[in-house]
């Protein structure tokens, strides 16, 4: 597929992968091939990336509108009360978006129709970067500041919520605390990062944190069901034991690269750099495996996996699609 002008990000479902770019627009993606199953155009600036179930595709733009999308066409949109930076979170036939305000929504996917707010105190400064949601079960779970919490879908009613951060210091930058995708789910066992602060997980099932480890990273974190994977601020990559946060390795060879968060993919780590290479670590000790070249701009969002492709996408506009021999 040819470029989209700089992609925001990919939301990966069954053996598809859609993609959404800065000036409008938004496609749904054979794994495979990398040919357009469909593309829309919706000639204006997107805020946050798409989230999709495979059928239904959704966007924020810049004008805070949620727009959702299927088969090519427009279904709905949708005016949000602020800014969006993560992209909407498609499910159970719903659609639902996290606000800088640190509100979350709830839509009908197929009409639109609001079904439910939930309005959280806002902080007088947002991270401007994805945050987390996804399901768990029978819940959704969203990031509240620095905070992992477990909502009911049907009706935005929050069933708990676990401190991974807590903010500190004497002014609103000091204090800032969010958290950031991607996110390592187990089972029930959901872990994140806190942004330049900690890494925890919790039991999503009951609600609980099970331990929190002080990491000053600004992405996302990845893992299996043994070991969490990790890029830090100065490009350090580490392995923390998933029982109790432990280190269990910790590698210096990608320092000062700009990294992406990492992905699980077969026995490795695959981690995006600003020179748009691909560095395909060991999980089991950090050691380089291979490395993968794209179009030399930086890998813009964490590398997703469908099926057995590996999908980066760069700031230039390309999407690469890689599988092994």
Known sequence: MGPVNFPLATSVSGSSVAVASDDGNVALLDAQTGRDIWRVALKMPIAAGVGSDGKVLAVVTKDNDVVAMQAGKELWRQKLSAQAFTAPFVAGERVFVLAADRSVNAFDGQTGRKLWTQQRPSEPLVLRQSG???????????????????MDPASGAIQWEAPIATPRGINDIERLVDLVGSV????????????????????????????????????GIGGDDRLLFGTEADGTVIALK?????????????????????LVAGRSVVIGDATGFLHLLSREDGSLLNRLTTDGSAIAAAPVLSGNTLVAVTRNGGIFGFQPE
């Open 132 to 150: 987390v949601m996804l399901a768990v079960g029978d819940l959704l779970v969203v990031g509240l500041a620095g905070r992992l919490a477990g």
């Open 184 to 219: 390592s789910r187990i089972g029930d066992n959901v872990c994140v990062r806190a942004f330049q602060s900690s890494i925890g997980c919790v039991n999503a099932a009951r609600g609980n944190l099970l331990w929190t480890k002080p990491a000053n990273g600004v992405q």
């Open 242 to 262: 998933r029982t109790d946060g432990e280190r269990s390795w910790s590698s210096e060879r990608l320092r000062y690269r700009n990294l992406t968060a990492p």
